[in-house]
Structure formats: C-alpha cells, structure tokens
C-alpha cells in the first residue's frame, strides 16, 4: 500500500459547482497536511496548510483533516475556470529519525472546471 | 521579488554527459529540496537540505548528487545522466522546521537525456 493514494482524475466539473479532491493515507505518524496546486507548465503553489486534524477555511477553499479515518479533503466553493489545475495533496512526519522527515505528495489530481 | 530560479529551464543532453542544474533562492531559506515529476509518479524527493552542508537523501536519490555549500544555492548533479533521468524537475525552498512545509518551488526544468 503506497503511502499516499489521491484518484488522478481528471475531473471535470461545471462553473459553480462545488469540488471535492481527497487523499488517503496510512502512514498515521503524518502531522502536516498540505494542498498544493500546480498550473500548467508551472511549479506548485502552497494552497493549504493545516496541522494535525480539523477544517481550516480561506474563502473558496475549506481543507479538512480526519486522522481517525486517515482521509483529507479539499473543497472548492463556486468553482471557477481558473481553478482549473492539478492539486496535490502532501503531508509530512514529526520528529522522523531525528528530523522533520520528507515531504510527500500524492500524485495529484487533474481539475477542469468548465464555463 | 522572493522567488527560487533554476537554470537551464530546458536542456536535451546525451547519455553519460555530466550536467548540473542550478537552484537559487532569495528567501534567506534554510530548507531546500529537489524534485523530478513524472507522469503517473507524481512528485519525487530526490535529495533535501536542512541548512548548510547538510544534505539527505530523499525517495530516488540513485544518480543523483547535490552540495549545499551556500545558504541560498542547491545544485543538482547528474555526473552520467541516463534516459531514465529524463524528468521535469523542480527544486523547492522553505523555512526551518514547520516552514519546510510551505514551500515555494522554482518553474521546473525539463531535462531530455538521450
């Protein structure tokens, strides 16, 4: 079982709909959860941070966390065509061999929301 | 502008010829990283720094070879690059501890090894 697991889509939604990209992973030593987003022919964006469980909103966005069940999601409210992009989930260890460990990403899945 | 520049963006190569792409951030950064994506593999760890000289391995580290003699450069070295290192790769940089989770990645570099 691979660390991290996102479905790579792609997902193709309409203007205004509501999105919802998730990741599972097993490794339960995970602390920090992150969203990236990553546009075409560009390097990715730190999108949302969130540490350990619960929700944490920033206008469109609301990321949530539950380590019980080893699952975050990502939510995109009244999706735009330029939230189209690939949005990559990433999550790292605490204290991992003495240091904060490596940083990994799930593979990331593809967005299109449509006009 | 805070930013983290790679060079070259593009390079075709042929097997076995060294080459190195450069990294540099502005950001006073302690953390920095390298990366490759590749369709279905997603983002790859290849090597991080905590600070200066001090480098560790990532997930695909065979290769590869970096050094972190100043704060703000990580270079990244492919001493006989071989076709199955063609990638894009990016290199990231972040503050110390938790800040390494915010990270700010440079616009990749897409290597062809022939």
């Known amino acids: 079982q691979k660390e991290v697991e996102q479905d790579p889509g792609p997902l193709s939604v309409p203007e205004g709909a509501i999105v919802s990209l998730n990741c599972t992973y097993s490794n339960s030593a995970f602390q920090y959860f992150m969203w990236y987003r990553q546009y075409s022919r560009k390097g990715p964006e730190l999108l949302m941070y969130?540490?350990?469980?619960g929700n944490k909103e920033d206008g469109r966005f609301t990321a949530q966390v539950d380590k019980s069940s080893k699952y975050i999601s990502l939510f995109i409210r009244d999706s735009q065509p330029s939230d189209s992009a690939t949005y990559l989930c990433?999550?790292?260890?605490?204290?991992?061999?003495?240091?904060?460990?490596?940083?990994?990403f799930g593979k990331g899945t593809k967005l299109s929301v449509k006009p | 502008e805070a930013q983290v520049t790679q060079n070259p963006r593009y390079l075709i190569t042929v097997t076995g010829k060294k080459l190195t792409v450069t990294c540099s951030q502005n950001m006073n950064h302690e953390y920095m990283s390298w990366y490759r994506q590749d369709p279905g593999l997603g983002l790859r760890q290849i090597y991080y720094s905590m600070n200066v000289e001090v480098t560790d391995k990532g997930d695909v580290p065979e290769g590869y070879k970096v050094s972190r003699k100043e704060k703000r450069n990580f270079p990244l070295i492919l001493e006989s690059p071989s076709p199955n290192q063609t990638s894009l790769y990016f290199c990231?940089?972040?503050?110390?501890?938790?800040?390494?989770?915010?990270?700010?990645f440079g616009a990749g570099s897409r290597l062809t090894v022939l």
């Open positions: 969130t540490y350990s469980s």
């Open positions: 990231a940089s972040g503050r110390g501890g938790a800040g390494a989770n915010v990270l700010t």
């Open positions: 990433a999550m790292r260890v605490m204290n991992y061999g003495g240091s904060q460990g490596n940083l990994i």
